[in-house]
């Protein structure tokens, strides 16, 4: 079965950091990019960062770039969110998922959307 | 920075047929974004529904189809059932590595 698994959240003071992880199971995972959504409470989904197979490219959005940094380790199929500098405004649901793509034969399909969804795990920011 | 535009909300009667949009602040939405809609459920992680415009993930119903329709993604959904009330968000792609989120719309089935 194919599962992603976040762990890492709480709640930290403003200005804190914090480690998201996110455990990939039941496919290939260094063959697939991963991203990063999140979701303050009553609030709509919003797309955070991406990073590529093999952890060289990586993308944020606006609100989180020079404070968060997506990173991946392909041996422990382990993708990680490194949080810094957090505010209120950062606390949400963090949901890690798997960029959906086809990977077999020769030609690799990226579709650009998510495929597959973890449960999320929850970032409270507050003194 | 970009945003990407949905209705609030829409109400649909069971059986009925409901058409979901998303469309930018500027410009047109093509198949060049590769469009994507999810649907949540309060206290759920998403589900995918429909990628690359108009495929449908596996495991959805077919009651769900995505399209372009003028300048905008659409989700359509053909014979609504109580269990399609949800939210629902697209994301578009917006090129060098940036997705965005729609504002999503909330779907209520009576």
């Known amino acids: 079965e194919v599962q992603l698994v976040e762990s890492g959240g709480g709640l930290v003071q403003p200005g804190g950091s914090l480690r998201l992880s996110c455990a990939a199971s039941g496919f290939t995972f260094s063959r697939y990019w991963m991203h990063w959504v999140r979701q303050a409470p009553g609030k709509g989904l919003v797309w955070v960062s991406r990073?590529?197979?093999?952890?060289?490219?990586?993308t944020y959005t606006d609100s989180v770039k020079g404070r968060f940094t997506i990173s991946r380790d392909n041996a422990k199929n382990t993708l990680y969110l490194q949080m810094n500098s957090l505010s209120a405004e950062d606390t949400a649901v963090y949901y890690c998922?798997?960029?959906?793509?086809?990977?077999?034969?020769?030609?690799?399909?990226?579709?650009?959307?998510?495929?597959?969804w973890g449960e999320g795990t929850t970032v409270t920011v507050s003194s | 920075q970009t945003v990407v535009t949905q209705e609030p909300s829409f109400s649909v009667s069971p059986g009925g047929t409901v058409t979901l949009t998303c469309g930018l602040s500027?410009?047109?939405?093509?198949?060049?974004?590769?469009p994507s809609w999810y649907q949540q459920t309060p206290g759920q992680a998403p589900r995918t529904l429909i990628y690359?415009?108009?495929t449908r993930s596996s495991g959805v119903p077919g009651r769900f189809s995505g399209s372009i329709l003028g300048n905008k993604a659409a989700l359509t959904i053909t014979g609504a059932q109580a269990d399609d009330e949800s939210d629902y968000y697209c994301?578009?792609?917006?090129?060098?590595?940036?997705?965005?989120f729609g504002t999503g719309t909330k779907v209520t089935v009576l």
């Open positions: 994301v578009l792609y917006m090129g060098s590595g940036i997705y965005v």
């Open positions: 998922a798997r960029l959906g793509a086809n990977l077999e034969g020769a030609t690799r399909k990226y579709y650009n959307c998510m495929d597959v």
């Open positions: 690359t415009t108009n």
């Open positions: 990073i590529d197979s093999d952890g060289t490219s990586t």
């Open positions: 500027s410009g047109s939405v093509s198949s060049s974004h590769y």
